[in-house]
């Protein structure tokens, strides 16, 4: 296996831009992102391991075995524009995909990562306010190589991608910040070409309000799901979404 490095991390990223902290183990890149106090514009951790991790609506990601990836971007400038986590998904799936060549990664709204119709990996986006300042905390997992598995989560162990992870995590990283400091792309359109059920039947989307069935139609400018149902057209800015023959 291929322990992470500075220098593969640091990549094309400009040393001036970006503190990185390699851990073994921790309980969670994003709460060591809370804690951490910002140096440079961006900070990048990365574990081999982690204690703690977690998912969207405080589920278990489990995260015991090395070899994964378990990192957090974090940063205090400005973000309220940008919906981070689709973004996030889709550059992540960009990296994916080019590393792997294969036609079945994909994402789920809004932003499972997904392979053959089993998620992978997922994001989540973190907020802490102090000071009158916001930091804003990107923690991405993805299974590389998972020994035990379920129903409805798999690995990427089949590509054999121990010797890629530095240089993964490294363009995933440049991307994201080239997109926080302006360098914006048409993530709307690449996310449409990775989503697995843009115009799929029986989606039910379960959020704090109630929960829906009807036909995932489109994403809009911030990210919101469009879902339409027998009773018109719903928006949905969170929730849980399940489709029929993916989990």
């Not at 889709?90 to 294969?102: E, G, M």
């Not at 000071?131 to 590509?159: A, H, M, P, Y």
């Amino acid at each position: 296996m291929s322990k992470y490095n500075t220098i593969e991390l640091l990549g094309e990223i400009k040393e001036k831009a970006i503190e990185i902290s390699i851990y073994d183990d921790i309980d969670s890149t994003n709460e060591a992102s809370k804690r951490a106090k910002l140096k440079k514009d961006f900070n990048l951790i990365v574990s081999e391991t982690q204690k703690s991790g977690k998912g969207r609506h405080g589920k278990k990601w489990l995260s015991s075995q090395s070899g994964n990836i378990y990192m957090s971007i974090s940063t205090e400038k400005d973000t309220s524009l940008l919906p981070l986590s689709i973004i996030s998904g889709v550059i992540c799936i960009k990296h994916i995909k080019r590393y792997t060549k294969s036609k079945n990664i994909g994402i789920k709204w809004p932003n499972d990562i997904i392979f053959n119709y089993k998620k992978i990996g997922g994001i989540l986006i973190e907020k802490e306010h102090f000071n009158q300042k916001v930091k804003t905390i990107i923690g991405i997992g993805i299974n590389l190589k998972q020994d035990i598995k379920e129903s409805w989560w798999t690995d990427l162990s089949e590509f054999n991608l121990k010797e890629k992870r530095n240089i993964i995590v490294s363009r995933i990283t440049e991307d994201i910040i080239n997109c926080i400091n302006g360098k914006h792309f048409d993530w709307i359109d690449a996310w449409k070409r990775s989503c697995v059920h843009i115009g799929k039947n029986a989606v039910s989307i379960n959020n704090a309000e109630n929960s829906i069935i009807g036909i995932f139609h489109d994403i809009d400018a911030q990210g919101n799901a469009i879902v339409m149902t027998k009773n018109g057209t719903r928006t949905y800015n969170s929730g849980e979404i399940k489709i029929e023959g993916i989990y």
